[in-house]
Nanobody
Framework: QVQLVESGGDSVQPGGSLRLSCVVT????????ISWYRQPPGKERELVGS???????DLVESAQGRFLISRDRVKNTVYLQMNNLKPEDTARYYC??????WGRGTQVTVSS
């Protein structure tokens, strides 16, 4: 059974950077299509971006120019690099494989 575990969340000041990790366990042979979602306080979960089987990435407009998604195939890990963080980026961040699994999330707080 495939499982996802996120880490890397923290409290940072505006303008700071964080790198979130999403480790895939239970299947080291498949390159999954993986998406990052986030859920701000009191709001619905929203898409941040995705990485496909070939390494192609797609980010929502609010993340373009600030966030990057990448994959380390050896470590079976997908990363979300977040730069120039803003207070509105405060949320719990999740990775997921469509129709397969969700992680439990990691908290990001951006505040001065």
């Amino acid at each position: 059974q495939v499982q996802l575990v996120e880490s890397g969340g923290d409290s940072v000041q505006p303008g700071g950077s964080l790198r979130l990790s999403c480790v895939v366990t239970g299947d080291s042979d498949t390159l999954y299509f993986i998406s990052w979602y986030r859920q701000p306080p009191g709001k619905e979960r929203e898409l941040v971006g995705s990485i496909d089987n070939f390494g192609g990435t797609d980010l929502v407009e609010s993340a373009q120019g600030r966030f990057l998604i990448s994959r380390d195939r050896v470590k079976n890990t997908v990363y979300l690099q977040m730069n120039n963080l803003k207070p509105e980026d405060t949320a719990r961040y999740y990775c997921m494989i469509p129709n397969e699994a969700w992680g439990r999330g990691t908290q990001v707080t951006v505040s001065s």
